[in-house]
């Protein structure tokens, strides 16, 4: 213990210096503690962010030669956002005449669903397909613009098809075998990204 000595009176009265020290080591602590909460915090925080942009950053499963080939952007469904059992194939993409990109998904059975992508040939058009290939359908409000869910009988067996007109983009034909699930075939519209 040391001695402190009061200017007022001349007896000296002594001060706890062990006590001031516990407070010191314990506010030491405290700085610590909190300190090392921060760096766990920010590891995750930066964690999370890397994660979260590698998934936004996935690469095209496009071939270059045909995203170059077409006048418009290539719309595709993303795998991690599918349904459960619904895989892209990412070999199947390939051009047909004129400028029409063919590519397909397989459903949960292993059917294919085939993806129809061309430039918009305008609202007249896709109008008329509309009334003549699924003129009893529902529609559906997507991120994308406005989606038509139909069935459609081509003579050996029926068909789900959706008309997506994208909005300031490509006209998209998704044609599904029927046992297929309105609410599957919504999910892989939303999973939809160029």
Do not use: C
């Amino acid at each position: 213990m040391t001695e402190n000595t009061h200017s007022d009176t001349d007896t000296a009265t002594p001060v706890d210096t062990s006590r001031e020290y516990s407070k010191h080591a314990t506010w030491s602590v405290r700085k610590r503690v909190v300190r090392a909460g921060f760096l766990i915090l920010s590891i995750g925080v930066v964690s999370g962010i890397v994660l979260f942009v590698r998934m936004m950053d996935t690469p095209s499963p496009v071939p270059k030669a045909i995203q170059q080939a077409v006048p418009f952007p290539i719309y595709y469904p993303v795998q991690h956002k599918l349904p459960a059992g619904y895989q892209l194939d990412n070999s199947s993409f390939h051009i047909t005449d004129p400028q029409v990109v063919i590519y397909s998904l397989k459903d949960a059975t292993g059917q294919l669903i085939i993806f129809s992508e061309e430039k918009s040939p305008g609202s007249s058009i896709i109008d008329k397909f509309t009334a003549s290939a699924i003129p009893l359908h529902t529609t559906q409000h997507t991120a994308l613009g406005q989606a038509d869910f139909g069935a459609y009988n081509n003579g050996q067996d029926v068909r789900t098809i959706v008309s997506l007109p994208i909005t300031d983009g490509p006209w998209l034909i998704v044609t599904s075998p029927q046992g297929d699930s309105q609410t599957d075939l919504q999910h892989i519209i939303e999973a939809l990204k160029r």
